[in-house]
């Protein structure tokens, strides 16, 4: 089967497939510490619409978290954290994305088409990590089987169900 359309295999589409698998990293776990940090007394759909409403803005998830993020990490990576937010989530729908000539070229070379910036926003995805990790350490136990039936039992809010 022959195709002009775009070709997947290509170096800048599986880039542009490893830069939208990390920035789903990076905002996945942002959301996590604002869930952590900011929830208050939200639980269930409560706080699935409140943390829904962060949607893609990376910045916006930055600022709200920024106050409990280590100095170290917000100095050393929130510039090309925040770089995210200039190429858009919904790359990864667009057929006509990857031709960046023109003004999109420049960018492209300063993020997605650089192993230096990539590799950042790697160390900076495992760094936050870690430090969800350590947040979460204090709340982990080992949990008996009556304990785990009671709570399987509880009603719960389950967004596709």
């Known amino acids: 089967m022959e195709s002009d359309g775009p070709l997947f295999y290509t170096p800048r589409s599986m880039r542009a497939k490893s830069f939208i698998d990390l920035r789903m990293g990076m905002e996945s776990v942002l959301k996590s510490l604002i869930c952590y940090f900011e929830s208050e007394d ?32 917000v100095t050393e990576y929130e510039g090309d954290i925040l770089k995210m937010d200039g190429l858009p989530v919904g790359l990864r729908y667009r057929l006509d994305t990857w031709d960046f000539r ?14 230096y910036w990539l590799n950042r926003n790697l160390e900076a995805l495992s760094k936050l990590i870690d430090f969800a990790n350590e947040n979460l ?4 136990r080992v949990v008996g089987s009556s304990e785990l039936l009671a709570e399987m039992m509880e009603s719960r809010y389950e967004k596709y169900t």
Request: proline share 6%.
């Open 102 to 115: 023109g003004n999109k070229e420049e960018y492209y070379y300063d993020t997605i088409g650089s192993d």
């Open 42 to 73: 939200r639980k269930g759909r409560r706080l699935l619409n409140w943390i829904q409403k962060y949607g893609h803005d990376i910045g916006k998830m930055m600022r709200k978290v920024r106050p409990h993020l280590p100095e170290n990490i």
């Open 137 to 140: 350490k204090p709340h982990s």
